[in-house]
């Protein structure tokens, strides 16, 4: 971690900074220390990385980080007008009418997309029926805290399903794992996500699997997963599912605890 000292604005303090560059005020300005570092940005559960002249820095024990990188991430545009000294991040347009704007409407994806862990479930069974948790860890098992997010090779994320498979169980265990069912009405086209073990159980050495079934019959089959490895991305076609079915599984060889993250319906 690199440590420098640079001239800072002291009237007009950026707390998110526009640019990797240095700002100078005309007046008021003063040299302070800060301690440039390698911070990880998490958007919705998906890793993005900033240009390599645009890090953040911690000073005074609060975090600064690049504004331009964070507001054109999440889809807006940012400016800096040098003779205000005015930062404007989306519409930047301007009026002097006292009129409240109305609310605004939600945009098209979000009224699309429904998180599976906020749909309520129809029913659970085997190991999801008594180690089913909605995204966090809502069980103390298998090294894993209530409260815990799901974590994938390093990866948080803040949605999704995940189920303690034992070690080691009867014949029809071994099986049939565990399994939460929806119903679906025909209403979604597309279901996402993504499958992994645990950083929980980061020294197991079972494998596990997510099955996809809709209205009886396999949609989608998931490869072995193991821990310390990237999640699996899956994208299945559940155009007309009435009643979808998502089976946990495992080989029994370890405890298991897997997580389809960010489990996403869209229309």
Same mark, same amino acid.
């Given at each position: 971690?690199?440590?420098?000292?640079?001239?800072f604005i002291g009237g007009f303090?950026?707390?998110?900074?526009?640019?990797?560059?240095?700002?100078?005020?005309?007046?008021?300005?003063?040299?302070?220390?800060?301690?440039?570092?390698?911070?990880?940005?998490?958007?919705d559960g998906v890793k993005k990385?900033?240009?390599?002249?645009?890090?953040?820095?911690?000073?005074?024990?609060?975090?600064? &980080?690049?504004?331009?990188?964070?507001?054109?991430?999440?889809?807006?545009?940012?400016?800096?007008?040098?003779?205000?000294?005015?930062?404007?991040?989306?519409?930047?347009?301007?009026?002097?009418?006292?009129?409240?704007?109305?609310?605004?409407?939600?945009?098209?994806?979000?009224?699309?997309?429904?998180?599976?862990?906020?749909?309520?479930?129809?029913?659970?069974?085997?190991?999801?029926?008594?180690?089913?948790?909605?995204?966090?860890?809502?069980?103390?098992?298998?090294?894993?805290?209530?409260?815990?997010?799901?974590?994938?090779?390093?990866?948080?994320?803040?949605?999704?399903?995940?189920?303690?498979?034992?070690?080691?169980?009867?014949?029809?265990?071994?099986?049939?794992?565990?399994? &939460?069912?929806?119903?679906?009405?025909?209403?979604?086209?597309?279901?996402?996500?993504?499958?992994?073990?645990?950083?929980?159980?980061?020294?197991?050495?079972?494998?596990?699997?997510?099955?996809?079934?809709?209205?009886?019959?396999?949609?989608?089959?998931?490869?072995?997963?193991?821990?310390?490895?990237?999640?699996?991305?899956?994208?299945?076609?559940?155009?007309?599912?009435? &009643?979808?079915?998502?089976?946990?599984?495992?080989?029994?060889?370890?405890?298991?605890?897997?997580v389809f993250a960010e489990a996403?319906?869209?229309?």
């Amino acid at each position: 971690m690199r440590k420098y000292v640079q001239g800072f604005i002291g009237g007009f303090l950026i707390c998110l900074l526009l640019s990797g560059t240095v700002v100078y005020a005309a007046t008021g300005s003063s040299k302070i220390e800060v301690y440039f570092k390698n911070l990880t940005y998490l958007f919705d559960g998906v890793k993005k990385a900033p240009p390599q002249d645009a890090k953040g820095f911690i000073y005074n024990g609060n975090t600064y &980080v690049p504004l331009r990188f964070i507001t054109e991430t999440l889809g807006k545009e940012v400016k800096w007008d040098g003779t205000t000294e005015t930062i404007s991040i989306g519409n930047s347009t301007t009026g002097t009418t006292t009129t409240p704007s109305p609310t605004p409407t939600p945009n098209a994806s979000a009224q699309n997309e429904q998180y599976l862990s906020e749909l309520v479930y129809d029913s659970k069974e085997g190991d999801a029926y008594a180690f089913l948790s909605l995204d966090n860890w809502e069980k103390f098992a298998w090294n894993t805290i209530i409260g815990d997010p799901f974590q994938i090779h390093g990866m948080i994320f803040r949605h999704g399903l995940g189920v303690h498979l034992n070690k080691s169980g009867p014949p029809w265990e071994k099986e049939t794992g565990g399994a &939460v069912t929806y119903s679906l009405n025909g209403q979604y086209k597309k279901l996402t996500g993504y499958v992994g073990i645990d950083d929980s159980v980061s020294k197991s050495k079972g494998k596990g699997k997510l099955t996809v079934t809709g209205d009886g019959k396999v949609l989608s089959v998931t490869s072995d997963v193991i821990a310390n490895t990237d999640s699996i991305a899956i994208n299945v076609d559940i155009t007309n599912v009435k &009643v979808l079915e998502i089976r946990f599984q495992s080989n029994r060889n370890d405890q298991v605890n897997l997580v389809f993250a960010e489990a996403k319906l869209v229309k």
